[in-house]
Structure formats: C-alpha cells, structure tokens
Nanobody
Framework: QVQLVESGGGLVQPRGSLRLSCAAS????????MGWYRQAPGKQRELVAL???????NIADSVKDRATISRDNAKNTVYLQMNSLKPEDTAVYYC?????????????WGQGTQVTVSS
C-alpha cells in the first residue's frame, strides 16, 4: 500500500505563486508516474500535470506556461510549482501515484489540499 500526503495549499493572491508538495510513503517501490489533479466546485476532476520516474512531463493546456512539475525520487516526493495564479485555479488539488505490480497498475490518491486564489 502507498500513502500520499499533500501540503502547501492555502489562500494565495491573484498573480501570485504557490508550490504544492506530495510525499509518498509505504510500499513505494515501482511508482513510475506521479501527478496532480484538481477539482473545482461543480466541475469534474481534471489532470493538471504528471511526471514519470524518467522525468518526462505532461502539463494541461489550462496551466501551460504557468505550472512546472518536478520529482525528487530519493524523497519519493512530487512538486507542483504554479505561477501567475488566477481565481479559476481555485480547486482542491489531489496527488496521484501509479504503481506497477506483477498483477497490473495500482492507482493511489491523496486526500487533497485546498487552493484558493483570491485577494
């Protein structure tokens, strides 16, 4: 089993910056992809960014040019740096990890951290 704990959320100003962190613990071997999803009120959960163990990244169009995802494999931690924040970035942000096993791929989710962009 893998546990994911997010941190770094809170109230931030428009045009400001924020860095979210997600630390994985437990049976962390063979986690090949970690990423961030978000869910705004009244909307479905959507992908924000993901990163593989090899460093390849995928950023959603809605945050491209404003978001950077990085990963510290030694600490089993993934980060999401967001700049030029907008009110529409307000959402609960969830950390996700995909683990390869001999039986297939397992998906793990954090409990979420609230990000509110407002002055």
């Amino acid at each position: 089993q893998v546990q994911l704990v997010e941190s770094g959320g809170g109230l931030v100003q428009p045009r400001g910056s924020l860095r979210l962190s997600c630390a994985a613990s437990g049976s962390v071997l063979n986690i090949y992809t970690m990423g961030w999803y978000r869910q705004a009120p009244g909307k479905q959960r959507e992908l924000v960014a993901l990163i593989t163990s090899g460093g390849s990244t995928n950023i959603a169009d809605s945050v491209k040019d404003r978001a950077t995802i990085s990963r510290d494999n030694a600490k089993n931690t993934v980060y999401l740096q967001m700049n030029s924040l907008k009110p529409e970035d307000t959402a609960v942000y969830y950390c996700n990890a995909k683990q390869s096993t001999v039986y297939g791929v397992r998906d793990y989710w954090g409990q979420g951290t609230q990000v509110t962009v407002s002055s």
